[in-house]
């Protein structure tokens, strides 16, 4: 199956500071998609982005399809932003029609004041 | 627009005892998936249904977990017997339509952290 990974395991910023995220992965997709995970275990979608750039706000997230790697960039960090970060990517399952993401172990993150 | 709901939050028991989560995902969405997540760890998928029908249960450890979704809108995931390494928190999460393929963005519920003692 495909290999995700992502680096660092844990990173620690300054309030206002910027950071990045980066997720290798071992296989083309045609799926590629970043999570926050917040303290209290709630999953929420920052990017659908199988290439190309996209940006929301202090967020944005960059995916080179060709070379298997996504970045996602935090700008202006804020204690808010603590948590952990997930790059999953999309591929065929063992099911007929099944059509999965596999997580990465994530970044977790801590934004102190 | 409700998101994914689940039940219970948090649930505590003894190993070898039976535990069942509910899930009620986005109204309209077809494809419906069950993760575990253990602590320190992404989610790995469990289950995934297409409508009331299974399409991979290929990751669900058969000999304890079941799952089932007979109308094609909620769902339930029944572990029996429990063991200790069960102890992880259980994520549902829907999405429109399965074999779109790659235009598919999957939102999750909140969870159920459940402790085998």
């Known amino acids: 199956g495909i290999q995700v990974e992502q680096s660092p395991p844990d990173l620690i910023l300054q309030e206002g500071a910027n950071s990045t995220l980066r997720c290798n992965f071992s296989d083309s997709v045609n799926n590629l998609q970043w999570f926050h995970q917040n303290p209290w275990g709630q999953l929420i979608n920052l990017f659908y982005?199988?290439?190309g750039t996209k940006q929301n706000g202090r967020l944005s997230a960059t995916t080179v399809a060709t070379e298997r790697y996504s970045l996602l960039y935090i700008s202006s960090s804020q204690t808010t932003d603590s948590g952990v970060y997930f790059c999953?990517?999309?591929?065929?399952?063992?099911?007929?029609?099944?059509?999965?993401?596999?997580f990465g172990k994530g970044t977790k993150l801590s934004v102190i004041p | 627009e409700a998101g994914v709901a689940q039940s219970p939050r948090y649930k505590i028991i003894e190993k070898r005892q039976s535990v069942a989560f509910w899930c009620n995902p986005i109204s309209g969405h077809a494809t419906l998936y069950w993760y575990q997540q253990i602590l320190g760890q992404g989610p790995k998928l469990l289950i995934q249904?297409?409508?009331?029908?299974?399409?991979?249960d290929s990751q669900l450890p058969k000999d304890r977990f079941s799952a089932e979704r007979l109308k094609g809108v909620d769902s339930t995931l029944k572990i029996q017997p429990a063991k200790l390494e069960d102890s992880a928190v259980y994520l549902c999460?829907?999405?429109?339509?399965?074999?779109?393929?790659?235009?598919?963005?999957?939102?999750f519920g909140p969870g159920t952290r459940l402790l085998v003692l």
């Open positions: 982005i199988p290439s």
């Open positions: 249904f297409q409508n009331n029908g299974v399409v991979d």
């Open positions: 999953a990517v999309g591929g065929l399952g063992s099911g007929a029609g099944s059509y999965q993401l596999t």
């Open positions: 999460a829907s999405s429109l339509d399965t074999l779109r393929l790659a235009r598919e963005t999957q939102y």
